[in-house]
C-alpha cells in the first residue's frame, strides 16, 4: 500500500516536472526577442571599465538581476492575483523610462557639454583621478545597468506569466523561477564572455606551436583582439536601439490607438516584412517617447533649481 502510494507520488511529481519543462520551454521562446536586447544593454553597460574589473563588475550584475527577478517573480504573482489591471501600467512606466535612458544617451554625445576648466583638464590629463572616484563610477555602473535589467526583467516575467496564466499555481511559480535563474545565468554567462573576448583573443594569439594549424589559430586569435573594440562599439549602439525598440514595444501595446494602428499597418504581411514594419514603429514610439520624458525632466529640473 505503501509502494504504490509512493510510486504515485513520483509519478505525479515527474508529470509535474514534464509539464513545467514544457511550459519553460514556451516561455522561453516567448521571451527570446527581449532576451536578445537584455543581451546588448547589458555587455554596452559593462563595457568600458578596466580589465581585471570586467569580470567582478558583470558578477555584481548578475547578483542585482537575481535580486530583481526575487521581486520580481512574487510581486507578479500578486499583482496578477489582485490587481492584474495594474501590469500594464507598470510595464508602461517602465518602458518610458528605458526610452527616456536611451534618449539622454543620444542627447548627451549630440548637444554641447560645458566646457571643462583648465584644473580639470590639467588633472585629467595627469591621470590623477582618485580610486574613490574610480570607485564611485563602476558603482553608477553597475547601479545603471541592474535598473535597466530590473525593466528588461519585468517583461521576462510578465511575458512568462503570460504562458502560463491558465495553469496551476504551483507550476506558474515553477516555470517563472525555472525562466529567472536560466535566463540570467544564461545572458550573463554570455556578457562575460564578450567583455573577455579580447583576452581570449590575445591568448590564442600569443600560443606557441609549428605547423599550419597553429599559425591559423594565433592569426584567429589577432583578428579577435582587433575585432573587441568595434563588437564593443556596435553593442553600444544596439544596446541603445534595444533601450527604444523595447520601450517603444511596451508602449505600443499599452496604447490602444497605436496597437490597432499597428495592427492596421502590417495587415497582410508576414514574416520580415511584418517584423520589420512592426520594429521601425517601435523604434519611432521608443524614440518620441524619450524625448518627452527628457525633456519633461529637464524642464521640471530647471524650474526646481530656480525655486532653490
Given at each position: 500500500?505503501?509502494g504504490t502510494?509512493?510510486?504515485?507520488?513520483i509519478?505525479?511529481i515527474?508529470?509535474?516536472?514534464?509539464d513545467?519543462?514544457?511550459?519553460?520551454k514556451v516561455?522561453?521562446?516567448?521571451t527570446?526577442?527581449?532576451?536578445?536586447d537584455?543581451?546588448?544593454?547589458?555587455?554596452?553597460?559593462?563595457?568600458?571599465?578596466k580589465a581585471?574589473?570586467e569580470?567582478p563588475?558583470v558578477?555584481a550584475?548578475?547578483?542585482?538581476s537575481?535580486?530583481?527577478?526575487?521581486?520580481?517573480?512574487?510581486?507578479?504573482l500578486?499583482?496578477?492575483?489582485?490587481?492584474?489591471w495594474?501590469?500594464?501600467?507598470l510595464?508602461?512606466i517602465g518602458?518610458?523610462y528605458?526610452c527616456y535612458?536611451?534618449?539622454e544617451?543620444i542627447?548627451?554625445?549630440?548637444l554641447p557639454?560645458?566646457?571643462?576648466?583648465?584644473?580639470?583638464k590639467?588633472?585629467?590629463?595627469?591621470g590623477?583621478?582618485?580610486s574613490?572616484?574610480?570607485?564611485?563610477?563602476e558603482?553608477?555602473?553597475?547601479?545603471?545597468?541592474?535598473?535597466?535589467?530590473?525593466?528588461?526583467?519585468a517583461?521576462?516575467i510578465v511575458?512568462s506569466?503570460?504562458?502560463?496564466s491558465s495553469?496551476?499555481?504551483?507550476d506558474?511559480?515553477m516555470?517563472?523561477?525555472?525562466?529567472a535563474?536560466?535566463?540570467t545565468?544564461?545572458?550573463y554567462?554570455?556578457?562575460?564572455?564578450?567583455v573577455?573576448?579580447?583576452?581570449?583573443?590575445?591568448?590564442?594569439?600569443?600560443?606557441?606551436g609549428?605547423?599550419?594549424f597553429?599559425?591559423v589559430?594565433?592569426?584567429s586569435?589577432?583578428?579577435?583582439?582587433?575585432?573587441a573594440?568595434?563588437?564593443?562599439?556596435?553593442?553600444s549602439?544596439?544596446?541603445?536601439?534595444?533601450?527604444?525598440?523595447?520601450g517603444?514595444?511596451i508602449?505600443s501595446?499599452?496604447?490602444?490607438f497605436?496597437?490597432?494602428?499597428?495592427?492596421?499597418?502590417?495587415?497582410?504581411?508576414?514574416?520580415?516584412?511584418?517584423?520589420?514594419?512592426?520594429?521601425?514603429?517601435?523604434?519611432?514610439?521608443?524614440?518620441l517617447?524619450g524625448?518627452i520624458?527628457?525633456?519633461?525632466?529637464l524642464?521640471?529640473?530647471?524650474?526646481?533649481?530656480?525655486?532653490a
Open positions: 500500500m505503501a502510494s509512493l510510486l504515485a507520488l509519478d505525479d515527474a508529470s509535474i516536472l514534464d513545467v519543462a514544457a511550459m519553460s516561455a522561453a521562446k516567448k527570446a526577442s527581449v532576451l536578445g537584455d543581451l546588448a544593454l547589458n555587455a554596452q553597460q559593462v563595457s568600458g571599465v581585471d574589473r569580470l563588475i558578477w550584475v548578475a547578483k542585482g537575481l535580486i530583481n527577478k526575487a521581486i520580481l517573480v512574487p510581486l507578479a500578486l499583482i496578477s492575483a489582485f490587481a492584474p495594474a501590469i500594464t501600467p510595464l508602461m518602458g518610458a528605458l535612458e536611451g534618449f544617451k542627447a548627451h554625445k549630440l557639454h560645458k566646457p571643462e576648466s583648465v584644473a580639470e590639467t588633472e585629467a590629463s595627469a590623477e583621478k582618485s574613490a572616484d574610480a570607485a564611485k563610477t558603482k553608477d555602473k553597475i547601479k545603471g545597468a541592474v535598473r535597466t535589467d530590473f525593466i528588461l526583467s517583461e521576462i511575458i506569466l503570460g504562458t502560463v495553469a496551476a499555481f504551483i506558474q511559480v516555470v517563472m523561477v525555472t525562466i535563474v536560466v535566463m545565468f544564461g545572458v554567462g554570455l556578457v562575460a564572455g564578450i573577455k573576448i579580447d583576452d581570449a583573443g590575445l591568448y590564442l594569439s600569443q600560443l606557441r609549428e605547423g599550419a597553429m599559425s589559430v594565433r592569426r586569435g589577432a583578428t579577435i583582439v582587433n575585432a573594440p568595434l563588437l564593443m562599439k556596435t553593442l549602439v544596439v544596446g541603445t536601439f534595444a533601450m527604444f525598440l523595447v517603444g514595444s508602449i501595446h499599452g496604447l490602444p497605436i496597437h490597432h494602428l499597428l495592427a492596421d499597418l502590417t495587415a497582410g504581411h508576414q514574416g520580415w516584412v511584418n517584423s520589420l514594419i512592426t520594429g521601425a514603429a517601435d523604434l519611432l514610439v521608443g524614440i517617447v524625448a520624458v527628457l525633456a519633461v525632466v524642464v521640471t529640473s530647471r524650474l526646481f533649481n530656480k525655486k
